[in-house]
């Protein structure tokens, strides 16, 4: 008997039909998760370094101001402001007329004294022969030996004057106490300067002293001799360096205790530049170390995994310090064992991973 089916009745049918089919086709095929791609790293051991950090200002510890030590005139300036010059260096000359003059006064009376003297010593040539054929007597020889010794005497001083006029006088050229870069011409040729009267500065790079602001809070961890890093902007080079010593006051405007190290010697180092300096408080000599990435938080706590076989391998670990991109493994890794590093976040224990290369 045949039966006929209105259409909508077997488009119904039809579209049923598909669904059962698809349903099947479904309970049949089970999806296979893929292995997790990752990235591995071996545990390796490094030398960290517990560090404290601060920005600070170097400070020069010899920029003399060159000052008159002699009353006269500026004849010569012959330095200017940003010229290097050398210890000893003549830098300024003042007039010496005054004491060239007081030099041949000085040379006069030397040569006076030494004539008198010589005249004298004749006389008591003479008067030792009379003494001896008793022609006078010993007190009357006495009287012109002692003449004789007065006008040592007044030789000497005369000398010493002599002396002290040419060490006076050699103060009119003035030259550098040290070696430097002139910072300031305070005197211009013809100023009259009396002593002590300020010449120029000179600044020295050779010895820097670097103060840096640590928070109070640390102050008990510092102390003199630990080791310091520091650089700073207008030289390329690292200095490493002690702390010199702890300023005794913690500084009411910023409540950070200043330590103090030295530069010696740096090229390229400026006084009044700004200064980065690392305090070294311990070192772990032969620490454990994985990269950040390979560290994931978990209910369980830190924990690593381990890739042995394709297959990932979760491990507890105790984190110490993190530097340059690497974290320390206190304890639950040992040195030379592999981690998943990217990827390891995606990670669960006994998962299958798939290494890229």
Not at 213 to 229: D, R, S
Not at 327 to 339: D, F, K, R, T, Y
Request: proline share 5%; hydrophobic share 45%; glycine share 6%.
């Amino acid at each position: 008997m045949l039966v006929i089916f209105p259409k909508h009745v077997l488009a119904a049918l039809c579209l049923s039909l598909c669904l059962i089919a698809c349903g099947r086709t479904d309970e049949k095929t089970e999806k296979v998760p893929s292995p997790t791609l990752v990235s591995i790293a071996i545990a390796q051991t490094a030398r960290l370094e517990i560090r404290e950090e601060a920005v600070g200002t170097l400070e020069g510890l010899m920029d003399p101001t060159v000052a008159a030590e002699v009353a006269a005139r500026v004849l010569k300036v012959l330095v200017h402001p940003g010229q290097i010059v050398k210890k000893g260096d003549v830098v300024v000359m003042l007039d010496n007329t005054d004491f060239v003059l007081q030099r041949q006064e000085a040379q006069a009376e030397v040569a006076r004294i030494q004539a008198l003297l010589t005249n004298q010593g004749k006389v008591v040539e003479r008067n030792q022969k009379l003494v001896n054929k008793n022609f006078i007597s010993q007190n009357a020889l006495d009287d012109i030996t002692t003449q004789q010794s007065a006008l040592n005497e007044q030789l000497a001083g005369a000398r010493a004057r002599l002396a002290s006029i040419d060490h006076v006088g050699a103060k009119t050229r003035v030259v550098a106490p040290l070696s430097g870069v002139v910072e300031k011409q305070i005197v211009a040729v013809g100023d009259f300067v009396k002593i002590g009267d300020p010449l120029l500065q000179i600044i020295s790079k050779q010895s820097l002293r670097a103060h840096l602001p640590f928070p109070e809070n640390i102050a008990a961890k510092l102390q003199p001799g630990l080791k310091v890093k520091l650089t700073t902007p207008t030289a390329p080079n690292e200095v490493v360096t002690t702390i010199r010593e702890l300023k005794p006051l913690i500084g009411t405007n910023n409540l950070s205790v200043d330590i103090v190290a030295d530069v010696i010697d740096q090229p390229g180092w400026q006084p009044g530049a700004s200064v980065n300096g690392v305090v070294i408080l311990a070192e772990h000599a032969e620490a454990v170390v994985v990269p950040e990435q390979s560290v994931v938080l978990r209910p369980a706590g830190n924990v690593v995994y381990l890739i042995k076989n394709d297959i990932a391998e979760q491990r507890i670990v105790k984190t110490g310090l993190r530097q340059s991109g690497q974290i320390e493994i206190l304890e639950g890794l040992n040195a030379g064992e592999q981690v998943a590093v990217d990827g390891a976040a995606f990670l669960t224990d006994k998962a299958k991973v798939s290494i890229s290369h």
